[in-house]
């Protein structure tokens, strides 16, 4: 069963600029969810989405978003990107919300300069 | 909001000696479970606890879930140069997010 995949795995942006993320899920998986991973921060939570509906936020401001298709794949959006957003971007897939082990995707790398 | 401190932070240790690392939620966790980073890679799941006080063992790791259910423990038997990586406690609270600790980062000296 292939794993968890993002793209793009790199990315460099601009301040000011907006980014989208993109993730597959394993098959059959219908969880999605997004955490940020930096140096100081550690894997901080974004968000979790299920039958496209977003059931989890963490305490991240309004310019991250997300979405998920009806597929299950999952987007995720940053506007007005800053310097502080620079960070790799972590999907995990999971069967079901709020349960069980998640599977990490390799991350999108993303800096802002 | 849910809180999950990891110590320590960074630990050195020749290959074949023992590692612990800690981790302490400031609230309640109905499960917590255990990841590994390589340098370089994402984080792989290792286990679930689910019981107070349960103990579980893959073979040279054993984890450890706390009576009261807010701390868990990760000893590692033995290290090997393989056991190299980040290890992150993930707790999972009331509000069922995932907050993970903030890592221990294990170097192994051949």
């Known amino acids: 069963k292939a794993g968890v995949t993002q793209t793009p795995r790199y990315l460099i942006k601009t301040r000011g600029q907006q980014v989208t993320l993109s993730c597959s899920p394993i098959s059959g998986h219908r969880s999605v969810s997004w955490y940020q991973q930096t140096p100081g921060q550690g894997l901080q939570f974004l968000f979790e989405y299920f039958s496209e509906t977003q059931r989890n936020k963490g305490n991240f401001p309004g310019r991250f978003s997300g979405r998920q298709f009806s597929n299950s794949r999952s987007e995720m959006n940053v506007s007005t990107l800053e310097l502080g957003d620079s960070a790799l971007y972590l999907c995990?897939?999971?069967?079901?919300?709020?349960?069980?082990?998640?599977?990490f995707g390799p991350g999108t790398r993303l800096t802002v300069l | 909001g849910q809180q999950v401190m990891q110590i320590p932070q960074y630990q050195h240790v020749q290959e074949g000696e023992d590692f612990t690392t800690y981790c302490n939620s400031s609230t309640t966790l109905s499960n917590i479970q255990w990841y590994k980073q390589r340098p370089g890679g994402h984080p792989v799941f290792l286990i679930q606890?689910?019981?107070?006080?349960e103990v579980k063992k893959q073979k040279r790791l054993t984890f450890q879930f706390g009576e009261a259910k807010k701390n868990s423990s990760l000893h590692i038997t033995a290290t090997q140069t393989t056991d190299v990586g980040t290890y992150f406690c993930?707790?999972?609270?009331?509000?069922?997010?995932?907050?993970f600790g903030s890592g221990t980062q294990l170097t192994v000296l051949p």
């Open positions: 995990a897939s999971s069967l079901t919300v709020s349960e069980g082990t998640q599977y």
């Open positions: 993930a707790g999972r609270g009331s509000a069922r997010q995932l907050t």
């Open positions: 606890l689910v019981k107070s006080g």
